[in-house]
């Protein structure tokens, strides 16, 4: 038969999870990132000088009649010829080994078989083909091509193919994609799966690697846990239309084959320690409650244990046999190749894992497995498909070795595409009042998800009027790949439609084309729109997806409280985590108007994404905070390389930043609401200022092309259509004024003195089983500095029950309570901060005295700068709040908002609740957001309020 790809359950990669064996071992890289196991190799021995010639006939097995230009192949090579007009064929130059010989003839079914091909014998094999039964049935012919089957061939593709960013794997189109057919099912004891099949063989032609193959799909199924498929495949050498083509076609497949897997086992079997390509480790069981880190020199004696390559691999009792043997996951680096998909912060090489079942491997000299189920893999190597396939008989270049060094989609052009962002933004409305507020939520999607980490943490909000005048604006930080806030509107906005823009610096390297926009239309107070009134029914977004809200028919009492459930499923009927927004409108105040396609963008942009490469320099940085640049001139007004003392808050809270030869300079990471002052100079060799600090404007990105407008129905009332605009008479909650009153009188040392909690916490029952490290060895081998210290020279603080004084050599870990360790959520020390913090709290909790008035800088020495900080962020009005007057959820259009919900990744499920107002209406409940895994979705449903 063919050979099956396995992909068995793959693994959600999160830091810290504990495990005790290999079994259950899970591997730990960025969060979001998800490998498969593949199982995707045969056997085939390197060709000799005196090779074997397999020859015979094919004929028609019903009337024995011999079958002309049917395809005879060795299964996954280049090897394959036609039989003539007498049925014969004649395959020469095979080398001795065991194979899987094909005959494929269009309207018999295919026949493959094994045969064993012994030195100086020219064996005879010939096939009997069976008719395919005459099964055509009756197709209808639509006008369009299917939208469900074309992201289900999407899907098929991302599988069966590769990642289509990758330039190599993007490049290897089905020709013939109308063969596929797709489905779904669900085995009686097992998952729900989805499934391919094909009528006829799937032509696939890769421009990259200059190949034709022919595949016959045996057997496909996808499940939550994985996928496999069963084929049968014939590779053809195209013809290159000039040389450049044919030296790209060449170096192409040298890249494709340095670093994969045989080429990795082809090294372990040849003991190969001189060419230096791979370093191989055994993955040591986990201690109980042991995290593991993204350090690699932290986790090296630890975790992992380095294995000689020579060691892995014994001769078998059979010639040209290679045994490789380990009773552990081994971690193998690719230490010549470079990817930015990686799990250690500290390295670059691409990682994978490999394990053997049974604890043995057996591989033929050319590096490949004899039992390809043998061999799991997950990481790098696991990310290759058809797309990146090469014929089995293919022989590497050895002289090109070093374009390994380049090779993959990690490091060509198009590996921009994976560095780009989109806010996906959600309003709690679609059209406004003068006077109102636009409550919104934004999730950020990437091309890349792994790269949410690194991306930007500022988003800009930004509405203009038709004649592209700024109207309102704000800077909301983006936590969690997430932003939420509001803007409001002026009393005296003039009515018209005006456009919503959200966006970070990062993408303006990009274009316009990814930055978000919304029309958003104003009315007069005495206008009220009449249509075009949206359907409930709205249209299928992704049929990956299954929304549900529970209970499903319900109808709410006026002036009581309801309480509903969404649940979040897959196409499997697995839970789906997700961050979900949900809006409960008012239909007698705000009219159902038909939606933009914005959901719909939002998946295609993910879906198809269309490359683009930025300009040759990247003029706009990635921001992790508040950041601004200027220059600086000396005391002979010149420009000149200088360290910039930046002061943010407390006079011993700062950072230094060097200048470039022009005074140049940028400061990034600082965190502040609202505005903030700001204290920049440059000191001398005796600590005097000197010169002077001129800051750059910041100029917001000028809006061009046409503007879209949204064409309403309105009609014009005697009354107004907002005779209280509730956030005027309650008046906004700022965030930081919410008190929660607690029976227990906490200090500041249980406060975290005012830091709150880190990214990494050890509590004293954690740190007693390190009781044998010192303070100083703990931190060095469990913190890592933050990876946003871009610009401000800070470094990495260290805090003892509230104050940077401390020695703490002079600390034993016994002595310490408890360890914050910040990295991302570092921003609330400010530019001090920048490069991560570290907030140790002591048992006794008085080793050293903070002194709130202490400061260490003189104000007068620095020029001062008023700096405009994030958006504060306000409270949607609360009526589950008792102090909240309730009756007035009658006049209020949007009568709920909460854009901070998330389904539980258990169960898919999130409930919320809200209060409905008095008077019988209808509420439009809409609910949208992106999942974990970077999908939008969106639900919209109508219920009736009355008794």
């Known amino acids: 038969m063919g050979y099956r790809l396995t992909f068995h359950s793959f693994f959600k990669l999160v830091p810290g999870a504990k495990f005790s064996d290999r079994n259950n071992f899970q591997i730990f890289l960025i969060p979001q990132l998800i490998l498969f196991f593949l199982l995707f190799f045969c056997f085939l021995v390197e060709s000799s000088a005196q090779g074997i010639t397999v020859s015979g006939q094919v004929r028609d097995s019903s009337t024995g009649l011999p079958l002309q230009f049917a395809n005879v192949f060795v299964n996954n090579t280049t090897i394959n010829t036609v039989t003539d007009a007498k049925g014969k064929y004649s395959l020469s130059g095979i080398s001795p080994g065991t194979y899987e010989l094909v005959v494929s003839y269009v309207g018999y079914i295919t026949l493959n078989r094994k045969i064993e091909l012994q030195p100086a014998k020219n064996p005879i094999v010939d096939f009997s083909l069976e008719p395919k039964e005459d099964d055509l049935e009756e197709i209808d012919v639509t006008g369009r091509m299917d939208k469900k089957w074309g992201k289900q061939l999407k899907r098929f593709e991302k599988v069966f193919i590769g990642n289509p960013l990758d330039s190599i794997a993007g490049a290897a189109k089905i020709l013939n994609p109308w063969v596929l057919d797709f489905g779904e099912g669900k085995t009686s004891d097992g998952p729900r799966y989805f499934y391919a099949s094909a009528q006829e063989p799937i032509q696939i032609e890769n421009t990259a690697l200059g190949y034709r193959i022919i595949y016959d799909l045996l057997d496909f199924k996808q499940t939550r846990n994985g996928f496999s498929y069963l084929g049968l495949s014939r590779f053809v050498e195209m013809e290159p239309s000039t040389e450049d083509i044919a030296a790209m076609w060449h170096e192409n497949r040298q890249r494709v084959f340095f670093g994969s897997t045989r080429h990795l086992l082809k090294t372990l079997i040849e003991k190969d320690t001189s060419s230096k390509e791979y370093q191989v480790y055994k993955v040591n069981p986990f201690p109980v409650k042991y995290e593991r880190t993204n350090v690699f ?37 690719h230490i010549k190749g470079f990817t930015l998909n990686n799990y250690y912060r500290d390295l670059k090489s691409p990682i994978s894992w490999l394990t053997f079942k049974n ?94 980490d690194s991306l930007s943490q500022v988003l800009y909000v930004e509405l203009f009027s038709e004649n592209k005048e700024l109207a309102a604006t704000g800077t909301f930080p983006v936590t969690k790949g997430a932003s939420k806030g509001q803007l409001k509107l002026p009393n005296n906005l003039p009515k018209g439609n005006y456009l919503l823009r959200a966006y970070t610096n990062w993408m303006r390297n990009f274009g316009e084309a990814d930055f978000s926009y919304q029309v958003i239309p104003v009315l007069d107070l005495n206008e009220k729109v009449i249509g075009p009134v949206a359907s409930n029914l709205e249209p299928e977004i992704d049929p990956e997806i299954e ?44 009219t159902p108007i038909s939606e933009d396609p914005k959901t719909e963008a939002a998946l295609n942009w993910i879906l198809e994404p269309e490359m683009i490469t930025p300009a040759d320099s990247l003029e706009y940085s990635i921001e992790y905070g508040i950041a601004f640049s200027g220059q600086f001139f000396n005391r002979k007004d010149r420009p000149e390389k200088a360290n910039i003392t930046i002061v943010q808050g407390k006079y011993d809270d700062y950072g230094v930043v060097e200048t470039d030869s022009l005074g140049r300079f940028y400061a990034n990471g600082l965190y502040f609401t609202d505005s903030a002052e700001i204290a920049i100079a440059a000191f001398d060799d005796k600590l005097r200022r000197y010169g002077r600090v001129l800051l750059d404007e910041k100029l917001i990105p000028t809006l061009s092309g046409s503007f879209p407008k949204i064409d309403l129905l309105i009609e014009n009332t005697k009354s107004k259509q907002r005779d209280y605009i509730l956030e005027d008479m ?36 954690d740190l007693e089983k390190y009781l044998d490290f010192t303070l100083s060895d703990f931190l060095k081998r469990f913190t890592v500095q933050s990876n946003r210290n871009w610009g401000l020279n800070a470094g990495q603080i260290v805090m003892v029950d509230g104050s940077t004084e401390a020695n703490l050599e002079f600390i034993q870990l016994s002595e310490v309570a408890s360890i914050e360790i910040f990295r991302n959520n570092n921003h609330v020390f400010g530019s001090s901060g920048s490069g991560g913090a570290i907030l140790i709290n002591t048992k006794s909790g008085s080793r050293v005295v903070d002194d709130p008035e202490k400061k260490i800088l003189d104000k007068d020495l620095f020029q001062l700068f008023t700096m405009g900080g994030f958006t504060k962020e306000q409270k949607f009005p609360d009526f589950e709040n008792p102090t909240q007057n309730r009756s007035l959820i009658d006049y209020q259009p949007t009568v709920y908002w909460n854009p901070s919900l998330q389904t539980d990744p258990e169960t898919g499920e999130v409930s919320f609740s809200f209060y409905s107002g008095d008077t019988e209406t209808t509420y439009r409940i809409v609910i949208q957001g992106l999942t974990n895994e970077n999908m939008p979705f969106r639900l919209v449903k109508d219920i009736r309020v009355g008794k």
């Open 297 to 333: 020199f932290k986790e090296l004696g630890n975790s992992l244990e380095l294995v000689p390559i020579d060691s892995i691999t014994i001769q078998d009792s059979i010639p040209g046999r290679n045994l490789l043997v380990s009773d552990a996951m081994l971690e193998a680096h």
């Open 359 to 452: 604890d043995t491997l057996v591989v033929d000299p050319n590096g490949v497995p004899l039992d390809p189920a043998q061999l799991i893999l997950a990481g790098h190597m696991a990310e290759d498909r058809m797309g990146r396939f090469l014929p089995l008989d293919f022989q590497p270049d050895l002289a090109l070795a070093y374009l390994q060094q380049e090779a993959s989609f990690h490091t060509d052009p198009n590996k921009w595409n994976s560095l780009r962002e989109k806010p996906f933004v959600q309003t709690d409305k679609s059209y406004y009042y003068p006077g109102e507020t636009i409550w919104f939520k934004s999730n950020m999607m990437y091309q890349n998800p792994i790269m949410a």
């Open 547 to 590: 929304l549900q809200l529970i209970p499903e028919n319900i109808q709410l009492v006026p002036g009581e409280k309801t309480s509903m459930t969404l649940k979040l499923l897959d196409s499997y009927g697995e839970p789906v985590a997700a961050e979900v927004s949900v809006s409960v409108l008012n239909s007698n105040l705000v």
């Open 730 to 765: 309650a008046g906004f909650i700022t965030m930081e004024e919410v008190i929660v009153e607690d029976e227990k009188i906490e200090t500041r040392q249980d406060r975290n003195y005012g830091y709150g909690s880190g990214d990494q916490s050890f509590t004293e029952k």
